[in-house]
């Protein structure tokens, strides 16, 4: 199992653009996929973005895409979420997920995650 600890959440204005960091520990970093999700309140959880064990292959909901960045420093045992163009409908708490396996998987409810940080809050509003 990993432990992941998120962080970068907060409020940010309509427009606005935000950077969440995922630590991760307890398992070797950089031969695991790896991804964003979010959920916002009375919804489901639902993805945000997904990268591999490499970097060099990632995917995005389709409401993020030209929005969010997602990259991973495997030195650092970090996966990043850049988020810009912020709307009001992007607020909720926005969680790291770890896989297993180095791909992600796009037949998978969970996309072949197994392991889930606590969350971070991300609020936009004016």
């Known amino acids: 199992q990993v432990q992941l600890i998120e962080s970068g959440g907060g409020l940010v204005q309509p427009g606005g653009s935000l950077r969440l960091s995922c630590a991760a520990s307890?398992?070797?970093?950089?031969?695991?996929?790896m991804g964003w999700f979010r959920q916002a309140p009375g919804k489901e959880r639902e993805l945000v973005a997904l990268?591999?064990?490499?970097?060099?292959?990632?995917f995005y909901a389709y409401y993020m895409e030209g929005r969010a960045t997602i990259a991973r420093d495997n030195a650092r045992n970090t996966v990043y979420l850049q988020m810009n163009s912020l709307k009001p409908e992007d607020t909720a708490v926005y969680y790291c997920?770890?896989?297993?396996?180095?791909?992600?998987?796009?037949?998978?409810?969970?996309?072949?995650?197994?392991?889930w940080g606590k969350g971070t809050l991300v609020t936009v509003s004016s």
């Open positions: 997920a770890a896989s297993p396996r180095g791909d992600y998987d796009l037949r998978d409810h969970y996309y072949g995650m197994d392991s």
């Open positions: 307890g398992r070797t970093f950089s031969v695991h996929a």
């Open positions: 990268i591999n064990w490499s970097g060099d292959s990632t």
